[in-house]
């Protein structure tokens, strides 16, 4: 089983991942979707500023009103010229989180969307999970998207131009 210093290790190298792939955005693409229904890059960057941080409000008693200013404030806080900062905003949240909350805590069963479940399997299957589901989306939209046939898997998945191991 993974420890709270295990999951805050995966979130630092996490958002590190991501705010390298964000880098990679040129600056007049953010407005990039790749389909009628599908996010833009400066929707899908908003998204990833909050999606480790929105299942942390439903574990401590889901409020739509928290979730909309959560929403709210990713899409004001021009995430185009923040992203970076934006994203260690929720990696601090999250280390506050883990480092506070008790094994009997995150043990205990609760019934969310319908579903009984202990609060680390739902805080692990949303939060956890979402980080690598979204980076590829990322990396999708900038290799195949925007034709950036330079990126590569040093770049998915360990935030690193390929370069960077070449020698």
Known sequence: ?????????????EVAIC???ASKIPADQYDFSPGE??????ELLEYMTRMGTAPIQVLEGYDPE???AMRI???????????????DLQLASLVSFLEKTTEE???????????????????????????????MQL????KAGLGMSHLNTSNLWMGEDPQAHEG
Do not use: C
């Not at 229904?37 to 400066?42: E, N």
């Not at 404030?73 to 994203?87: Q, R």
């Open 1 to 13: 089983m993974y420890t709270k210093q295990d999951l805050i290790t995966s979130f630092t190298n």
């Open 37 to 42: 229904w599908l996010r833009t890059i400066k």
């Open 73 to 87: 404030a990713s899409e004001e806080g021009d995430v185009t010229k923040n992203f970076d900062a934006m994203m």
């Open 19 to 21: 705010k390298h792939l």
């Open 139 to 142: 990396f999708q939209y900038l």
């Open 66 to 68: 928290k979730q909309k």
């Open 105 to 135: 805590y995150m043990d205990e069963e609760i019934d969310l969307f319908g579903r009984t479940q202990t609060r680390k399997d739902f805080f692990f299957h949303v939060s956890v999970k979402n980080f690598p589901a979204y980076r």
